[in-house]
């Protein structure tokens, strides 16, 4: 580069000026401490300095926006604001990576986020890499009231529970049902499958039958629960702390999978997320029965598909003929509240309402509320509406809740990356799933590995 | 180190003059290099805040683990990853793709709509060219996801035609390098197409005269003359490019999270470096892939710079 005349002196100046104004600039952007006053430790963490009536910040996924307009109306005394992220579907992690940005930066933490997953206690209850305070707020040390958490289903708060420390609150149960059409069935002059030999069965007169009406579809990660988790294959297991098992070569494993490669040869099952633009207008009036959680009544049936009451029924979860009834658990989200939060007392008003308020779980929410009252109520309701043909739905529900199997843990990470990336494209390409069984079980174990977990 | 889309520099200034064929540099008085300072002042300032000592601390990082000096350890951890060798054959394969389609397609274009005798009508296909680039990298990404999933693509006919039934046939990782340079090229190619054009209205009008005089059909003049001419743009076009192309992570993370990880949440490095910091809170083994990034793009534009003479004057 040319520059002939450029006098020595005045570069100097130049440079000690530029480097002082960058030190100006790292000294405003820099790392500031986070001593912010506060410290009062009763609830089992460091609280901040508390601020009476400041704003609260929610994030939470588009499903729960509801809870949130619902909380605006009921406590318009309370100042908050909201902003809709992914809720870490997916197993994505959104949750997890801007928390550790914002652990980083020392601030900006939201007071209380929504996470569809089960597993983000594991990382939210640690200290930071920075050796700060972890994000979440232990619940059960005082912040929350023990009558309050005694009001959610038994074994709800598990996932969430760390050596006995609360902390995150169940927003809806998610074991899987089996849910029927009916009308169809009646038509077809089929019965309810009860076991997963007969699903495969049903599967194989459908097809020869009535081709174009299917049993399900495997489009969407969280399939890895309804179908391994409910059929008791020992695919995902912590058994204890950073220990990691997983056996596709088991025979649940080997068995389901022949099952869903029938299913997905002969058409009975399809490779369409159910929440896919078309899936509603490809097969809201040909899905004939399908394994999945509960929150399918409200998401599915009468969200995305909107199949009118009187049609749709619920029958126990699939179990092989020579097994017990187990269930699959498919999310069922969780509440956090932070523990940085410069107004608990709002946080906790938010977080009872959100949990246990008729106004969100009875009126508004999809699932089936963890809150037994709730789930009471949102029972009665679904009855009231004669939604459900068979009149012990209630009953099916709530014994399914009780048989989820403990042979499904959660990690650090979420077992739908592996599925995703695996089988998904694996199935599109034409690919078995009993084909793509090593390959799933390499793709988990490696992830263990670099999430710290010894592989056995 | 910065995560930045495709268009930003990645640690590499610059250094292309901007008038290839100026003489006049050379009369420069006392007065106009004091505004020279004063221009590039701001430049430096925000290059050394957010460039250098973003990078130093980067190097710091790579070498330590919480404080401690660890030499090589991280690079050791980082290399061993089993997701590291797919990122690095990913990202390799996606630079190649798209660098050999920018070098080929932005020249042709350039030439062809410089050699357009039609004033309205050049001046509509430079236009044309270089709209898709007003649209910001992430949104023309989520553009992208409409025109690739065969269910509610305008082009959906195309897509069936080549056999693609869903969203997740046609991001299928082995197709991920077409479809990043796909969109890489839609949204950055105008913008060095109309660079180039201007490159082209700076070859002498007397030597292009003088090659038509000499009986040179098009395609002779763009071979033996106005190529030869471009070497310089075009070396500074490969290594901005492939600065932006080595770390690409808006793309794939934006994919990646719409078909809720079938595109893989570690298919670019960038990825993995951001899974190591925010993921694995694992800050020591990002810098370690971000430095390793650094180095290799330097390298490479190393390579750039000498083989395309960007350093030499007229």
């Given amino acids: ?456 | 180190m910065t995560v930045t889309s495709p268009p930003a520099p990645a640690g590499v200034v610059p250094t292309g003059r901007r008038r290839p064929a100026g003489r006049r540099a050379t009369r420069v008085n006392a007065g106009q290099s004091r505004y020279g300072y004063l221009f590039v002042s701001g430049y430096t300032l925000l290059l050394i805040a957010f460039g250098l000592l973003p990078t130093l601390y980067a190097v710091y990082l790579a070498f330590t683990r919480n404080g401690a000096f660890v030499g090589v350890d991280n690079f050791v951890r980082v290399f061993n990853d089993y997701r590291f060798l797919p990122a690095v054959a990913h990202v390799a394969l996606y630079v190649l793709f798209w660098l050999v389609s920018l070098i080929v397609f932005v020249v042709i274009l350039a030439i062809v709509v410089h050699g357009i005798r039609v004033r309205w009508l050049g001046n509509s296909a430079r236009f044309l060219f270089y709209i898709p680039g007003a649209i910001a990298g992430a949104s023309s990404v989520l553009l992208w996801l409409f025109v690739l999933d065969p269910t509610v693509s305008p082009v959906s006919g195309l897509l069936h035609a080549m056999g693609y039934e869903s969203l997740v046939n046609v991001v299928a990782v082995g197709n991920l390098p077409v479809v990043f340079t796909v969109i890489a090229f839609w949204a950055g190619a105008g913008g060095w197409i109309v660079i180039m054009y201007g490159a082209l209205n700076n070859i002498s009008t007397d030597v292009m005269e003088a090659a038509r005089i000499d009986g040179a059909s098009h395609v002779q003049t763009a071979w033996h003359i106005q190529l030869p001419m471009l070497a310089k743009w075009i070396s500074y076009m490969g290594i901005m490019s492939l600065a932006a192309g080595t770390q690409l992570f808006v793309e794939p993370k934006i994919l990646a999270q719409a078909t809720k990880n079938v595109v893989p949440e570690d298919y670019s490095l960038n990825q993995l470096a951001y899974l190591y910091a925010f993921r694995q809170n694992d800050f020591s083994g990002s810098a370690a892939i971000s430095i390793t990034l650094l180095v290799v793009a330097l390298g490479l534009s190393t390579v750039f710079i000498f083989r395309g003479k960007l350093f030499e004057r007229d």
């Fill in chain 1, 1 to 456: 580069m040319s520059q002939p005349m450029s006098p020595r002196r005045r570069s100097v100046r130049f440079l000690s000026v530029a480097a002082a104004a960058a030190a100006g600039l790292l000294a405003l952007s820099g790392c500031s401490t986070s001593d912010t006053g506060g410290g009062d430790s009763t609830y089992g963490f460091t609280q901040a300095e508390q601020v009476a009536d400041s704003e609260i910040t929610v994030w939470v996924d588009a499903s729960r926006e509801p809870a949130v307009t619902a909380f605006e109306k009921a406590h318009p005394d309370i100042k908050i604001s909201y902003e809709t992220y992914d809720g870490s579907a997916g197993g994505s992690g959104s949750f997890q990576s801007k928390i550790a940005l914002m652990d980083q930066a020392g601030e900006g933490w939201p007071d209380v986020v929504f996470s569809t997953q089960q597993n983000d206690a594991i990382w939210a209850s640690k200290p930071t890499a920075g050796g700060e305070q972890g994000f979440a707020a232990p619940l059960n040390k005082g912040f929350l009231d023990q009558d309050f958490l005694d009001g959610f289903a038994a074994g709800s708060l598990d996932y969430a529970t760390i050596d006995g420390t609360v902390y995150g609150l169940r927003n809806d149960l998610a074991q899987t049902v089996f849910y029927y059409n009916q009308k169809l069935l009646d038509e077809f002059g089929y019965d309810v499958p009860t076991t997963w030999e007969e699903y495969a069965e049903l599967g194989d007169k459908l097809a020869a039958e009535h081709p174009g009406y299917i049993l399900g579809s495997m489009g969407d990660s969280f399939m890895t629960y309804v179908y391994y988790g409910g059929s008791e294959s020992p695919v995902f297991q912590s058994p204890e702390a950073g220990v990691f098992h997983s056996d596709t070569s088991d025979e649940h494993a080997q068995k389901i999978s022949k099952i869903i490669d029938g299913m997905l040869a002969n058409g009975t099952l399809v490779q369409d997320s159910f929440f896919s633009a078309d899936f509603a207008a490809k097969y809201a009036d040909k899905l004939v029965g399908v394994p999945g959680p509960v929150w399918y009544t409200g998401a599915i049936f009468q969200g995305g598909l909107a199949v009118p009451a009187g049609q749709i029924g619920v029958a126990p979860p699939l179990k092989w003929a020579d097994g017990d009834v187990a269930a699959g658990n498919v999310g069922g989200g969780q509440w956090y509240a932070s523990s940085h939060s410069k107004n608990l007392a709002a946080v906790k008003t938010f977080l009872e309402f959100v949990t246990s308020a008729d106004e969100f779980q009875v009126d508004a929410s999809s699932g089936y509320p963890a809150y037994t009252d709730a789930a009471t109520k949102w029972l009665a309701k679904q009855a009231e509406a004669g939604y459900f043909v068979n009149d012990d739905f209630q009953t099916v529900m709530s014994d399914a809740a009780t048989e989820v199997w403990d042979g499904w843990n959660v990690t650090s990470w979420s077992p739908e990356t592996a599925w995703a990336k695996v089988v998904i494209p694996g199935i599109a390409a034409g690919e078995t799933v009993e084909s793509l069984l090593p390959a799933w079980q390499k793709e988990l174990e490696n992830e263990a590995t670099v999430n710290g977990y010894t592989v056995k």
